[in-house]
């Protein structure tokens, strides 16, 4: 498959950035990785988006190993570090960090008419309220409120092993690089009404947000 690696700051943090193309992909192409068997099932797609998520991690670890897949699905990072893996269309990104909360997601930023029918089950009122004075375009806000909370998610299910709903967190402020989740319930070993911090950027039409605490 064809990709192209490249790493941009956010936050302070490096983070690592695979464009790739899909069309180009193979099956021969999976037995890079260790744990190619565990996607015998998978379409093309989820393969091709499979393995240019684990060639950025690859980067982030500074080529020294691919993560697995855990029991949930989620990326098995040594016990050194945490890191975090997402892809959205042709774009896959991947941070490590040494332990700590680490978590990244990347959008493409969501139509807004598809937006206003699916935020009932992302958003409730109170986030709406901060959504629209926040100042930026509902698609945008709606966006990043959505990409946040599964970068905070990525980040918690570590410790939480345990499945998050989007009600799980609340955006109580959203600025043009920052934006504050607080728990709506207690997380062992979080508590409920929890804030933390996150940071986002657009690159082109796609999202990146993170959270990267020690």
Do not use: Y
Request: glycine letters at 6%.
């Amino acid at each position: 498959m064809r990709t192209l690696h490249t790493t941009f700051l956010l936050a302070g943090h490096t983070v690592h950035r695979i464009t790739f193309d899909p069309a180009s992909f193979t099956e021969a192409d999976l037995l890079w990785l260790p744990h190619h068997q565990q996607l015998t099932e998978a379409g093309r797609k989820r393969k091709a988006d499979h393995l240019a998520g684990r060639i950025a991690a690859f980067h982030a670890v500074n080529r020294k190993t691919i993560p697995g897949i855990g029991s949930s699905g989620e990326p098995l990072w040594s016990a050194e570090v945490s890191g975090s893996i997402s892809h959205s269309g042709t774009q896959a990104v991947a941070i490590c960090n040494e332990k700590g909360l680490v978590g990244i997601d990347c959008e493409a930023i969501i139509d807004e008419r598809e937006a206003r029918e699916i935020q009932d089950g992302v958003i409730d009122a109170r986030e709406a309220q901060v959504l629209a004075a926040c100042g930026l375009p509902f698609d945008l806000a709606f966006t990043l409120t959505f990409s946040a909370k599964e970068s905070l998610f990525k980040a918690l299910f570590p410790r939480v092993q345990a499945w998050m709903g989007f009600e799980s967190a609340r955006v109580t402020a959203l600025t043009a690089d920052t934006l504050t989740l607080t728990l709506t319930c207690p997380l062992p070993p979080f508590a409920q009404n929890q804030a933390f911090t996150l940071h986002w950027c657009r690159l082109d039409s796609l999202i990146i947000t993170l959270i990267c605490e020690a």
